[in-house]
């Protein structure tokens, strides 16, 4: 598979079957993406990696919390107010999504039920928890997020499939704690991984993107 058909292939999947992936391989794909490009070399992330009985239990612990209304978040995953055009293209979004699930618009709590699955990482086997020094700025965060793209990537080579779940910064400290992360650093995402479920639905999900015309430039070139 080339570097192309990779970002092609590569979909956030909200649906994956239940088919255990060997921690070796986990290990390898994690390895690797390290080698992804950092500012002065600081390699700013810190990853856990959770399957089997951890994973269970820390997915009981956060949708315990989450019934209880959530914990404290570290950090805005959207800015308040969102203008457009990310508005627009946040709200098209949600709508293609439960449109391939046949979730209604005014169904709430349909649609209530599809973000819940998130605490399941929509089945995956594996849990990934990035992480990073609360001290860093946003060049790290920067960093940390190509050294999630590079892993994304290289699990599509492998024929794995991932999906990248902000949602985890609604219970921070509950991570926190179950994978006894330092007290200096925060939890900044979550990643789904593992087999693609090609019959499911949400799957068929293609997100939309602007032609080149509306944010890129070239100038210069012949």
């Not at 849990?127 to 590079?150: E, N, S």
């Not at 704690?177 to 293609?206: C, Q």
């Amino acid at each position: 598979m080339t570097v192309t058909e990779a970002v092609q292939r590569r979909i956030s999947v909200r649906a994956f079957k239940p088919d255990p992936v060997p921690g070796a391989l986990v290990r390898e794909i994690l390895e690797i993406a390290a080698r992804a490009p950092s500012g002065g070399n600081l390699q700013p992330w810190r990853v856990y990696a959770l399957a089997g009985q951890p994973l269970a239990e820390l997915k009981a612990k956060a949708a315990a919390s989450m019934a209880g209304g959530g914990e404290p978040t570290e950090y805005d995953v959207y800015p308040p107010n969102l203008w457009d055009p990310f508005r627009t293209r946040r709200f098209v979004c949600g709508e293609d999504l439960y449109a391939s699930i046949g979730i209604a618009r005014e169904d709430k709590a349909g649609r209530l039920r599809q973000l819940a699955k998130n605490i399941e990482f929509f089945g995956a086997p594996v849990g990934l928890f990035f992480c990073l020094d609360r001290k860093l700025g946003p060049p790290q965060w920067a960093d940390l997020g190509m050294y999630m793209q590079t892993v994304m990537l290289l699990a599509e080579e492998r024929g794995l499939s991932t999906c990248a779940q902000e949602f985890w910064a609604r219970v921070p400290q509950t991570v926190a704690a179950f994978v006894d992360l330092p007290e200096d650093h925060m939890l900044f995402s979550g990643m789904a991984m593992g087999f693609r479920d090609e019959d499911a639905p949400i799957n068929t999900l293609r997100t939309r993107r602007d032609p080149f015309e509306v944010w890129g430039e070239l100038r210069g070139f012949e």
